[in-house]
């Protein structure tokens, strides 16, 4: 499978927060904590789970900082 996005982040996840339809997954990326909102459908598709070594894809067509 081809995927377009370049930035593949090897991470290890940390907690799976389930709400009713969408899910927060926390994962580590070399001390950095990453959050991602997927769909609970998503999250047991993957059997996501604490300890589970994953690929963060990151593709943002826009990005803001603020100080």
Same mark, same amino acid.
């Given at each position: ?13 940390? /907690?799976?927060? =389930?709400?009713?339809?969408?899910? #927060? &997954?926390?994962?580590?990326? @070399?001390? *950095? !904590? ?9 999250? /047991?598709?993957? =059997?996501?789970?604490?300890?589970? #070594? &994953?690929?963060?894809?990151? @593709?943002? *067509? !826009? ?5």
């Amino acid at each position: 499978m081809k995927i377009s996005g370049r930035n593949k982040l090897e991470a290890t996840v940390k /907690e799976v927060v =389930k709400g009713s339809v969408m899910a #927060k &997954v926390v994962m580590d990326y @070399k001390g *950095t !904590e990453l959050v991602a909102a997927i769909t609970v459908d998503s999250v /047991e598709d993957l =059997k996501l789970a604490p300890g589970d #070594k &994953v690929t963060a894809l990151v @593709k943002a *067509t !826009e990005m803001m900082v603020l100080k």
